[in-house]
């Protein structure tokens, strides 16, 4: 695991914006695995301004994001497809009809998981899968539990996430119990892994995914099995990595 730190939260979406960048820059037509939540908005900026100074072209770029939350359509402002029309899709060139989401309004989960799973599976495999880290050590939604579970499935949001969510919200009861998530050898057979983590409430969760014995626990520490895993943090996400 290469681990890049940044001075803050705008070094550390620079950074990570200039590897996502270059992988689209070498490869015009690469899949990218996108996630949400407030850790990845500024490397879409970024992402957004080299595309607006002509540096970057996603003509051909698809995309497959990691989650959505069950029960919420993507014209809902807190959808995770709302999300990525509004923070990335918007802005650049992107095909709309290449950008996957779970579908949050199939009310049936295995339907969800089993048409998700058909998109992965068609595609030519994510060429970099970007992530951010739950404060339980949490990727995607993919929960502390007694197993990793491999491919897109519906889970039960923990309090923890439901509690850190809820910011988003009008109220904590608006926010959804469930979520689709990708699973984690969808995540493991990504060719790059690229996370973005900044502030102290992530040191416990980066501690264990980057030294913590690999325990679905904290699912995140399964990454320390992957071959090309980058983690682009700030000192405070890094503070109880002793290793470094
Ligand atoms: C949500 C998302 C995750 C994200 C996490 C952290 O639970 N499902 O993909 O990494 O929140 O979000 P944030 O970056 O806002 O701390």
Do not use: W
């Amino acid at each position: 695991m290469r681990i890049i730190k940044a001075k803050d939260y705008d070094d550390m979406s620079r950074k990570a914006a200039a590897i996502m960048a270059s992988v689209i820059t070498l490869k015009p037509d690469c899949t990218l695995g996108l996630a949400t939540g407030s850790s990845p908005v500024g490397l879409y900026q970024n992402l957004i301004a080299a595309y607006e100074r002509g540096e970057l072209d996603f003509s051909k770029v698809s995309s497959i994001n990691l989650d959505e939350y069950k029960g919420l359509s993507g014209d809902n402002d807190q959808s995770y497809r709302y999300f990525m029309n509004h923070n990335l899709f918007d802005h650049v060139n992107i095909d709309k009809n290449n950008t996957h989401v779970p579908n949050g309004l199939e009310p049936d989960s295995e339907k969800a998981c089993a048409d998700y799973n058909a998109i992965i599976h068609a595609s030519k495999g994510i060429d970099i899968q970007l992530l951010g880290i739950g404060r339980n050590g949490h990727i995607g939604f993919n929960e502390p539990s007694d197993h990793f579970t491999a491919e897109t499935h519906c889970v039960d949001l923990t309090e923890s996430t439901i509690d850190a969510n809820k910011r988003f919200f009008e109220k904590e009861e608006d926010v959804p119990r469930q979520a689709y998530t990708m699973g984690i050898k969808t995540i493991m057979e990504a060719k790059m892994v690229l996370m973005v983590a900044c502030g102290a409430d992530k040191a416990d969760a980066i501690k264990g995914m980057v030294e913590g014995p690999v325990t679905p626990q904290v699912q995140a520490s399964i990454l320390q099995f992957h071959p090309n895993v980058v983690l682009v943090a700030d000192e405070a996400a890094l503070s109880k990595v002793t290793s470094i």
